[in-house]
């Protein structure tokens, strides 16, 4: 079943449940659907631009859970892959200095995607998101990386969002992430990233980095051209989710300005305000529990 209208951007990786201890203190866990590509499409559905999700979602009652969550939110599941493997569940810790979570994925619907299972890009697509978990193991690793390399023209957002706790082989992994790098339009990192990464590898004039720094803002980088932009100051309630709004709230400014395409071609106070934009839609899901993603006008 489709979404009201054909996805402009594809937000591809995994779907997760995330169970996350209740507010009230007992042992109970809440289920809340999750996972960076997920959480990513419902956060520019709800900032009203037109998406999909592409993936693969399991075919038991978890999986089932997050399909209808995501038709309920608008986001089109047209171009899912449907499987009889479990979903990928992640079980939240309260700790002192944030959550952790513990993945169960062995063996996942998510991760077993293949090259062959892939969708072909909608002709009107104009922009893939990638990045998380989904791109460190095979075999769904191997076939986000060929879709990427399918995108053609089209603008590739990489957010590396790397968890390393989840991390197999360090050196296949890091590879595959250097190759996606030098592919795509938009780099976006965070301090964690490059706390286990290192220095990124030299981007084109035509490439756009982006940094997120938690309460600080946003630094965003391209050839010669560089800002900073700031982060109001909210009460910040968890992190889940932030990065993933954040990427939303870059990529629906500039659909909603009608500017989205190649970077370098973008005037730069419409890339500044997008990027801005972004930071104001972060900010509020911190201000939130779980990954809550705001609507357009909430941060207007």
Same mark, same amino acid.
């Given at each position: 079943m489709a979404g009201v209208s054909p996805p402009c951007i594809l937000c591809c990786g995994e779907a997760v449940m995330d169970l996350v201890p209740l507010a009230d203190g007992s042992d109970?866990?809440?289920?809340?659907? /999750?996972?960076?590509?997920?959480?990513?499409?419902?956060?520019?559905?709800? %900032?009203?631009?037109?998406?999909? +999700?592409?993936?693969? %979602?399991?075919? *038991?009652?978890? /999986? #089932?859970?997050?399909?209808?969550?995501?038709?309920?939110?608008?986001?089109?599941?047209?171009?899912?892959?449907?499987?009889?493997?479990?979903?990928? $569940?992640?079980?939240?810790?309260?700790?002192?200095?944030?959550?952790? +979570?513990? %993945? +169960? @994925? #062995?063996?996942?619907?998510?991760?077993?995607?293949?090259? *062959?299972?892939?969708?072909?890009?909608?002709?009107?697509?104009?922009?893939?998101? +990638?990045?998380?978990?989904?791109?460190?193991?095979?075999?769904?690793?191997?076939?986000?990386?060929?879709?990427?390399?399918?995108?053609?023209?089209?603008?590739?957002? %990489?957010?590396?969002?790397?968890?390393?706790?989840?991390?197999? @082989?360090?050196?296949?992994?890091?590879?595959?992430?250097?190759?996606?790098?030098? $592919?795509?339009?938009?780099?976006?990192?965070?301090?964690? *990233?490059?706390?286990?990464?290192?220095?990124?590898? @030299?981007?084109? *004039?035509d490439q756009l980095l982006l940094h997120t720094c938690g309460a600080a803002g946003a630094e965003a980088r391209m050839g010669s051209w560089g800002c900073h932009v700031p982060a109001p100051k909210v009460e910040v309630r968890d992190t889940v989710g932030a990065g993933d709004t954040f990427n939303a709230g870059v990529l629906a400014s500039l659909v909603h300005s009608d500017v989205l395409g190649p970077m370098a071609k973008i005037d730069k106070p419409s890339l500044v305000a997008a990027i801005a934009f972004g930071v104001r839609a972060a900010s509020f899901s911190v201000n939130h529990a779980g990954a809550h993603a705001p609507t357009q006008k909430e941060i207007e």
């Amino acid at each position: 079943m489709a979404g009201v209208s054909p996805p402009c951007i594809l937000c591809c990786g995994e779907a997760v449940m995330d169970l996350v201890p209740l507010a009230d203190g007992s042992d109970a866990l809440l289920p809340v659907v /999750g996972g960076a590509a997920v959480n990513c499409a419902v956060a520019l559905s709800r %900032l009203g631009v037109s998406v999909g +999700f592409v993936g693969a %979602l399991s075919t *038991d009652a978890i /999986g #089932e859970r997050i399909f209808e969550h995501l038709l309920r939110q608008g986001v089109d599941t047209s171009l899912t892959h449907q499987s009889a493997k479990p979903s990928t $569940l992640a079980v939240a810790q309260l700790l002192p200095d944030g959550i952790r +979570f513990t %993945l +169960f @994925d #062995e063996n996942s619907a998510g991760r077993s995607i293949t090259t *062959d299972q892939l969708p072909t890009i909608p002709k009107n697509t104009q922009a893939l998101v +990638f990045g998380g978990i989904s791109l460190a193991h095979a075999p769904a690793a191997a076939a986000f990386e060929l879709m990427i390399t399918r995108a053609g023209r089209r603008v590739t957002w %990489l957010d590396l969002n790397i968890r390393p706790s989840v991390i197999g @082989d360090a050196e296949d992994y890091r590879a595959r992430l250097i190759r996606m790098i030098r $592919l795509a339009s938009v780099v976006k990192v965070s301090d964690e *990233d490059l706390d286990w990464f290192g220095p990124l590898p @030299d981007l084109r *004039d035509d490439q756009l980095l982006l940094h997120t720094c938690g309460a600080a803002g946003a630094e965003a980088r391209m050839g010669s051209w560089g800002c900073h932009v700031p982060a109001p100051k909210v009460e910040v309630r968890d992190t889940v989710g932030a990065g993933d709004t954040f990427n939303a709230g870059v990529l629906a400014s500039l659909v909603h300005s009608d500017v989205l395409g190649p970077m370098a071609k973008i005037d730069k106070p419409s890339l500044v305000a997008a990027i801005a934009f972004g930071v104001r839609a972060a900010s509020f899901s911190v201000n939130h529990a779980g990954a809550h993603a705001p609507t357009q006008k909430e941060i207007e």
